[in-house]
């Protein structure tokens, strides 16, 4: 049991460039997260979904698209990379809603130069 | 202002010294976590709190919700303890949760 899983670990994207950082988990969890931590702030949810097929947007979503066509799996893409979106990403999932346990992946260190 | 303000921001005690983080907020909310981040990155959930009290082995949270507030504290802390703490609430109605900004506490040998 794997939980959730996050790839990649860091990468450095050039303004401009687009990338789709992964996330799987083997929970068979409904809910899923992206989050971005940024130094000395909280975590910022970007994107969740609920199941399979339904995604909606969190408090910072511009720049970012989500899927989630499986239950396992759910991509967030980046476009057009910003020096605005250094920073690292977490994604996290739960069986039921935010009031259950979220467990989260080891995240990703993204810098846009 | 933030809907969660945790404090200390900062807090460095020597081993062996009772620890408390403090969480406060300012909606409605379902439940309140507290998290673990290590320094490696990592981040754990600790409890999920409702109402009462809840303890895991030196881990000790409360909460308080007619005054929104909710406290974790640390017994006997130890330098594996050192790591950053963040309070989370779940707003009621909304599938989301919002944080805090952590408390990054240090415990010296």
């Known amino acids: 049991n794997a939980g959730v899983t996050q790839t990649p670990k860091f990468r450095i994207l050039k303004i401009g460039q687009s990338m789709t950082l992964q996330c799987t988990q083997d929970m068979n969890h409904n809910y899923m997260y992206w989050y971005r931590q940024d130094p000395g702030m909280g975590l910022k949810l970007i994107y969740y979904?609920?199941?399979?097929?339904?995604?909606d947007k969190g408090e910072v979503p511009n720049g970012y698209n989500v899927s989630r066509s499986t239950t396992e799996d759910f991509p967030l893409r980046l476009e057009l990379a910003a020096p605005s979106q250094t920073s690292v990403y977490f994604c996290?999932?739960?069986?039921?809603?935010?009031?259950?346990?979220?467990?989260f992946g080891p995240g990703t260190r993204l810098t846009v130069l | 202002k933030n809907e969660v303000e945790q404090s200390p921001q900062n807090l460095t005690a020597q081993e062996g010294e009772f620890i408390t983080i403090n969480c406060s907020y300012s909606v409605g909310i379902s439940a309140l976590h507290w998290l673990q981040q290590h320094p490696g990155g990592g981040i754990v959930s600790l409890f999920m709190?409702?109402?009462g009290k809840k303890k895991h082995g030196r881990l000790i949270a409360t909460i308080n919700i007619q005054e929104k507030h909710s406290s974790l504290h640390i017994t006997a802390s130890h330098p594996r303890d050192s790591a950053v703490y963040i309070c989370?609430?779940?707003?009621?109605?909304?599938?989301?949760?919002?944080f805090g900004q952590g408390t990054r506490l240090t415990i010296n040998p």
């Open positions: 989370a609430v779940s707003i009621q109605g909304a599938q989301k949760l919002v």
């Open positions: 709190l409702s109402s």
């Open positions: 996290a999932s739960s069986y039921s809603d935010p009031t259950d346990t979220q467990y």
């Open positions: 979904s609920v199941g399979a097929g339904i995604t």
